[in-house]
């Protein structure tokens, strides 16, 4: 079965840091792949996400990820993080022989210290 | 996103009772979702729905079931509601072949 790995839990940073959140995935095929965020007490909202063509994907508020094939990886980045920016961020993964269905990682809490 | 509906928000309820979640969108899509979100298990997919006619089984179904009364409905039971399925409860849709999901505020569900 697929499977989804964000190995940072919990992460701490001080304004003004760089991001960057691992995810790793095991299907070899082909894959869509996606950031989700989820502010406190909020929805799951869509950062970015990637289909094909370039690998390095921009999303919405100053996020980009770069999908690298041979790495099985997706990892979101972001140069310059601000307060604003605590929550807790998913990464998700769709395969197609998956019947389409998301699979997603067990989440990366992101607390940003003003 | 605003486009899709939980209701309740926030629901308590006891042991062996039966409940409904339910789920509705303006989006126009024809798949709808439902997952669970524990702490640190991420979300993880109960039943989804590709049309009226068309259910599903997830990762976690037992214990659920669904109805899909139209295309803007999905409705979720829990038939005899039991502690562990204390979560929050996400409703999502989404169509096409380059699919993006779109997701629901969510329903807070305790079982005492």
């Known amino acids: 079965a697929q499977s989804v790995s964000q190995h940072n839990h919990h992460v701490i940073l001080s304004e003004a840091a760089s991001l960057e959140l691992g995810c790793n995935y095991s299907?070899?095929?082909?894959?869509?792949l996606f950031w989700y965020v989820q502010y406190p007490g909020q929805h799951l909202q869509l950062l970015l996400k990637y289909f094909s063509g370039d690998p390095l994907v921009k999303g919405i508020k100053g996020f980009e990820a770069e999908f690298i094939k041979s790495k099985f990886s997706f990892n979101l980045r972001k140069p310059s993080v601000q307060w604003s920016d605590t929550a807790e961020y998913f990464c998700?993964?769709?395969?197609?022989?998956?019947?389409?269905?998301?699979?997603f990682g067990s989440g990366t809490q992101l607390t940003v210290l003003p | 996103d605003a486009d899709v509906t939980q209701t309740p928000r926030n629901r308590i309820t006891k042991t062996g009772k039966r409940i409904m979640l339910e789920c509705s969108q303006t989006k126009g899509h024809d798949r709808m979702y439902w997952y669970r979100q524990d702490p640190g298990l991420g979300l993880r997919l109960i039943y989804y729905s590709f049309d009226v006619k068309d259910i599903n089984k997830g990762e976690i179904s037992d214990g659920y079931s669904v109805s899909r009364q139209a295309q803007a409905k999905f409705s979720l039971s829990l038939e005899s509601a039991i502690p562990n399925q204390t979560a929050l409860y996400f409703c999502?849709?989404?169509?096409?072949?380059?699919?993006?999901?779109?997701f629901g505020p969510g329903t807070r569900l305790l079982v005492l």
């Open positions: 998700a993964v769709r395969n197609s022989g998956s019947a389409r269905q998301l699979t």
């Open positions: 999502a849709t989404g169509t096409g072949s380059r699919e993006t999901q779109y």
């Open positions: 299907y070899g095929g082909t894959v869509n």
